[in-house]
């Protein structure tokens, strides 16, 4: 039984950072592609940035990429999103994402992922 579980959510000052966290449970996330997505109050979740934890390739959505960072770490099965020079515009509710096998450029649809975690809450301010 696979599980993801984000922890780091938080409030923070417009210009800020914040770190989050994302543990897979119950499978190797070496072999996962692993994304964030974000959804704001009336608008579509979207996906923020995807790594596939095998080789480290990374993926970004425009609105994020060089102030957002995804990283693995295979030691504690998961991987994290530092986010930093934070805009009133991140806040939203971050949600965990994986699938098995690799990322590619599809890794924005929702639809391809098999497992979800509970979400987190960002507040840019």
């Known amino acids: 039984h696979v599980q993801l579980v984000e922890s780091g959510g938080g409030s923070v000052r417009a210009g800020g950072s914040l770190r989050l966290s994302c543990v897979v449970s119950?499978?190797?996330?070496?072999?996962?592609?692993m994304a964030w997505f974000r959804q704001a109050p009336g608008k579509q979740r979207e996906g923020v940035a995807a790594v596939f934890v095998n080789d480290g390739r990374t993926y970004y959505g425009d609105s994020v990429a060089a102030r957002f960072t995804i990283s693995r770490d295979t030691a504690k099965n998961g991987v994290y999103l530092q986010m930093d020079h934070l805009k009133p515009e991140d806040t939203a509710t971050y949600y965990c994402?994986?699938?098995?096998?690799?990322?590619?450029?599809?890794?924005?649809?929702?639809?391809?992922?098999?497992?979800w975690g509970q979400g987190t809450q960002v507040t840019v301010s």
């Open positions: 119950g499978y190797t996330a070496k072999y996962m592609c």
């Open positions: 994402a994986a699938r098995l096998g690799i990322c590619d450029s599809g890794w924005p649809r929702e639809g391809i992922y098999n497992y």
